[in-house]
C-alpha cells in the first residue's frame, strides 16, 4: 500500500508529465515530435514513447511478470493514435497494483531486485524529470510545483545520485547555482537549470 506522502507526490509527478505532454499535441499534428528532446539522442517522440511504455514496464515488475517478458516492451510502440489516453492505460494499472501488493516484495528491475517501495519513488522521478526532459525539447517551462520539487530534492536526492551511478541519469553538475529546490533536483540528475512553469 502506498504511503499518502508518496502518493500524493506521485499524484503530482503525473499532473506534471501531463502537462508537459498536452503541450505537444496529438501526434499526426505536431511537429514537436520529431524535435529533439532534453533527453541526449532521444527525440520528443522517443522519450513519449519511453515514459508510456515505463507505466506498463513498472506494472508489470509490480505483477511480478518475468523480467524477459518485461524487457521485450522496450521495443514496442506505445503512443497509439492518443498518447495521453495510452499513458493513462498504463499508470492507473500502475497505481492500482501499487496500492494493493506488498511494496516490501522485491521486483526484478533491469539495474537489479529492489524493493516494489523504491520502484514507486523510481516512478515520481521519472515522471517529473522527462517532463523537465519533454519541456526542453518543446521549449518550455518545467511545470513542477513546489511540494514535488521540495519532496525530490529532499527525500529523493540520495536515489537520483545512486541512479546516476547506475548510468540512469547523467553525474550531478556543479556548473551553475542551485536557487531553488527543483534547481537542485536538476543538477542532481545532471540536468541544466530550466525555466519553471
Do not use: K
Not at 511537429?31 to 508510456?52: E, K, M, Q, T
Not at 514496442?76 to 495521453?84: C, I, K, M, S, T
Not at 515522471?127 to 510545483?145: E, F, I
Amino acid at each position: 500500500m502506498l504511503e499518502p506522502v508518496i502518493a500524493e507526490n506521485l499524484d503530482r509527478a503525473e499532473a506534471c508529465w501531463v502537462q508537459a505532454l498536452r503541450r505537444l499535441g496529438p501526434p499526426e499534428a505536431s511537429a514537436h515530435y520529431a524535435a529533439p528532446s532534453g533527453c541526449g539522442g532521444w527525440s520528443n517522440r522517443d522519450l513519449v514513447n519511453h515514459l508510456i511504455g515505463g507505466g506498463l514496464r513498472y506494472a508489470m515488475l509490480l505483477a511480478q511478470d518475468p523480467p524477459a517478458e518485461v524487457e521485450a516492451t522496450r521495443d514496442r510502440d506505445h503512443l497509439g493514435e492518443d498518447p495521453l489516453e495510452a499513458f493513462w492505460t498504463h499508470e492507473h494499472r500502475f497505481r492500482r497494483l501499487a496500492a494493493e501488493v506488498d511494496l516490501s516484495v522485491s521486483v526484478s528491475h533491469r539495474i537489479g531486485d529492489l524493493p516494489g517501495t523504491q520502484l514507486v519513488r523510481m516512478r515520481i522521478l521519472e515522471l517529473a524529470l522527462h517532463a523537465a526532459d519533454l519541456s526542453a525539447g518543446t521549449g518550455d517551462p518545467w511545470p513542477v510545483d513546489e511540494a514535488l520539487a521540495e519532496f525530490m530534492a529532499t527525500d529523493l536526492a540520495a536515489l537520483i545520485v545512486d541512479l546516476g551511478d547506475t548510468g540512469g541519469y547523467a553525474p550531478p553538475r556543479t556548473d551553475a547555482p542551485a536557487a531553488s529546490a527543483a534547481d537542485r533536483v536538476l543538477l542532481l540528475s545532471g540536468r541544466p537549470v530550466s525555466r519553471r512553469g
